[in-house]
Structure formats: C-alpha cells, structure tokens
C-alpha cells in the first residue's frame, strides 16, 4: 500500500517530490485499512461536548493518551455517556486527522469496564490523608475580617489572576503578592507546595511583609489537568500552613484534595476574592449607620435628661412661700411688741406704787416721776432698735428669696444644657476627625500599592523579557527558549529565535487596554 511512497532507484537516483496532502492522505489510508475495527480498554479523562452535539474525549492508561471522538448521530443512540474517570471499552476504527498531524479513533459504541485507575488512587490517597487527621474540622483557621496583605499562589499569565485583582479592586484594594507557579504538569505539586511554605516562611514585618490570607487559584480542567493539586505534598503544605488559606482550584463542580484541607473552599477564583476581602462601600455605610445611631443615642440621653431636670425642678417649692411664714411671723411679733411693753409698764407701775404705799407720797411721787420718765427713755430707746432689727431681718430675707428667684434657676438650667450640647458637638467632632484618619490611611495605602508596582520600572527604561511563557533572567535561558517576548512601557514584542521580529501579540478582549494592578515578584 506504501509502495509507491518507496524510491526503488538506485543510488543516486532522483526521489519523487510528494505534496503534504499527498503524504496525509497516504497516512490516512494506512492507518483506516489496517485498524477498521478495534477495541481498546482504557479510562475516560477529558470531555469535551460543544454545541455541534459531537463528544471529544480521551481514551488513556498510565502512559499514553488516545484522542477519541464520537458523532453526534452515535452519542444519542448510545446506551452509557462517557464521563470522566470511568474504564470503558470502547469499539470503533482509527483514522488520521490531518489538519493537526495526528490520529484518533472514532467511537461506534462504549461500555463501563470498571473504575477508573486515576479516581481509584484519588479515593484510596484521601483516605489515607483523612485518616492521619489533615481534613479535620477542628485543624481550619478563621479567615481575618480584613487582611492587609494577601498572597495568591497561582500561574501570573492567566486569566485567573486578573480575575482575583479585579474583584479584590471592586471591594477592598489590599495589596497582594503574587507567587507564580505552573498550575499543572509535572512540576506544578513541587512548586505550588513550595509557594505555600515560602510564604509561611516570611518573617512578620519585614521587608517582604508576610501575607494575612493565602489563596491557591486555578482554572477548571480535567482531572488529568487538576492532578497536581491532588498531591500528597501539596495537600501536607496546605495543612501545615500557619496562613488562613483558601482554596479556589477549578469550577464549583471541581474537588481536589486541597479544598479538604485548605481553611476554606471557594467554588471559583472570583469567588475566593469575595471572601477575602468585605465589601468597602458596605463597610463604610455600617460606619456611617452606627455614627447615626450614636448621634441619636446622644440626643435621647441628652432629652432625657432636659426632662429629668425639668421634672425636679417642678418638684422644687416656690422661692417665695420659703420666706412668706417667717415674713408673717415677724409681723405679728412686731404688732404685740407695742402692746406688750405698755402692759409691762403698768404692771411695773402697779408693782410700784403697791411698794411705795408705805413711802412718803412727795418722795414717792418724785420717785415715781423719776422712774416713769426713766421708763418712758427706755422704752424710747427699745423702740427704734426693735424697729431696725425689724427692718433688718425683713431685708435679709428679701434678699434670701431674690437669690432663689425662678429666672436664677432657668438660667443655671439653660446653662447645664448647653454644656451637655457642647460634649455632643465635641464627641461629634472626634469621631469625624477618627474617620477622617482612616480615610487619609486607606488613601496612603492605595498610593503605596501603585508605586510598587513593577509598570513603574518599566517607565524608567527596563524592560521584562518572557522565554516560553516564564521569566527569563539569564542569558542560558534566553538561549534555550524557542521564543522570546520583551514587555516595554507601551507595549510587548515578539521575538522568534535567532532575532527575528515577530507582532506583539494582541491584548485579551475584554480587559479594556488597562494594564494589570499587580505584576510579579520574581
């Protein structure tokens, strides 16, 4: 069949020139003649259904993949859906696809064969690690309401990580640093578990301030795709962290052994975001809330005691009836006192001429007159006096009454109560001022962030160079990439190997031409 594929001339004969559709096609025709019906036994890994309503599949065992596909017209009449992980015999016929160089085989019908071998050693690998106690309840940690830095392990070129800065830029801004890691294949276990420990290292305050929150971020895959994250060594990083961790692996329908023994689980990247971080705008409509409920707080106790004082005061007699019994008692003494010493006079004058009846009456009566002229200077002199005492005591008590006149007592009142609506307006002002603080804070922080950003190095005339997808710092690994990508201040350029140009790959739609918040650290 490959014989006219075969040059029999001899040597130095001129072999035949064939097209690269001839040579496809050759294959084809190799390949479909001699595998028209198989059957192959393997485990189910990635699944594929777009909307044409074909279903892509793999067909795998532990070291080689087979592309399988199966059209849509079989995928409906066909007894058992492949899912992923399920052993399946599969009967069908290979053949070549030569748009991409490689073969497949066309599946006419499928059957369960058994339990996947990868899905076998996931379940056997999380008993295991389950029953050393790593997935235990009482092991999480509570994530911090608010962290100040957060450390996100996962790859710095996908799709994943702007989806994290952007969330976190929505709700709280914090400043996050990022460790770039391969998120599948082979060396994505050591590095993701290495990333995780790097951070634990950190030493609080330093000059890499150590992370408050870690989040482990990947993208949906197949379980082929999302095996490094079933690790046992990653698992063991992720329950040794002394960091609040989150995992954020795959799409909600996605498990691996991470999220069991991570802190906390989010079902996608966005959603690892949002418990990280509260909502800003929220927190500051709680602030202003509860600044609200102060002031009125405030205003009722001050209300209330306006009315408690009000309600004593009421209670208090009236100025003038303290003075009034005294004032009439006074009065009265003063309208006997008259009377009183005129029967004190004739009483002495009775006592007295009863005395002096045995007296001569010339002396007696010059005594008499002696003694009534003495009487009547006496009483002379007792009367003004009593008169001033009266006098003074009625003033000293119109004095008392106008020191607790009513307009006294408003006053001393009304300036109690504007000493209780100055403390209001200075509590007031001090919270302000504590909020105001706060802001400028947040304010100075989001500077900070923007100044360490790694843009602003490029503005000064360095630039980043790529080989293959990863930061290239030496001139070997130049070297040895395939390709090199050199990112400038406006922009990126291709360069293939040996030097030649190539375009700058456009941006992904969607970002709007803006910049990334974070770059890398390394």
Known sequence: MMSDLIDDDGPGGNAPEFTVSEISGAVKRTIEGAFTHIRVRG?????????????????????????????????????????????????GRLTTFGGQSRYQMVIEDIAPAGVGALMAMLEKRKA????????????????????EVIGVVTSPSGAVIRDILHRLRDRFPRK???????????????????????????????????????????????????????????????????????????????????????????????????????VRLELMAWVDGQEARRSRAIARALQQRRQRLADLSRALPRPASLVEA?????????????????????????RLSEAGAALRPALLRRRITDEARRLEDRAGRVRPALSRLIRARRAELDARAARIRPEAVARQIEARGKALDALDRRLAAALRAGLDRRRTRLDALERVRQGLSYEETLKRGYAVIRGDGQVVTTKRAAETAAALEIEFRDGRLSVAAGGTEGKAPRRPRGSGGKKPEQGTLF
């Open 176 to 278: 996050v640093l990022i460790w770039p890691v391969a998120v599948q294949g082979a060396a994505c276990a050591p590095e993701v578990a290495r990333a995780i420990r790097g951070f634990n290292a950190l030493t609080p305050g330093g000059a890499l301030p150590r992370p408050d929150l870690l989040i482990v971020a990947r993208g949906g895959g197949s379980l082929e795709d999302l095996w490094g994250f079933n690790e046992e060594i990653v698992v063991r990083a992720a329950a040794e962290s002394k960091i609040p961790l989150i995992s954020a692996v795959g799409h909600e329908t996605d498990t691996t052994l991470i999220d069991f023994a991570a802190d906390r689980r989010a079902p996608t990247p966005t959603a690892a975001a949002e418990m990280a971080v509260p």
């Open 326 to 350: 005294a004032a009439q008692r006074l009065d009265r003494a003063g309208e006997r006192l008259p009377a009183a010493l005129k029967a004190r006079i004739s009483r002495e004058k009775l």
């Open 128 to 147: 295991a690690l389950a029953a050393e106690g790593l997935f235990a309840a009482e092991r999480k940690q509570a994530l911090p309401y608010l962290p």
């Open 43 to 91: 485990e189910v890994g990635r699944v594929s259904r777009p909307r044409s309503g074909h279903i892509y599949l793999d067909l795998k065992d532990d070291r080689n993949v087979l592309a399988s596909v199966i059209w849509k017209g079989v995928a409906g009449r066909l007894a058992t859906q492949p899912e992923e992980g399920m052993e399946v015999v599969a009967t």
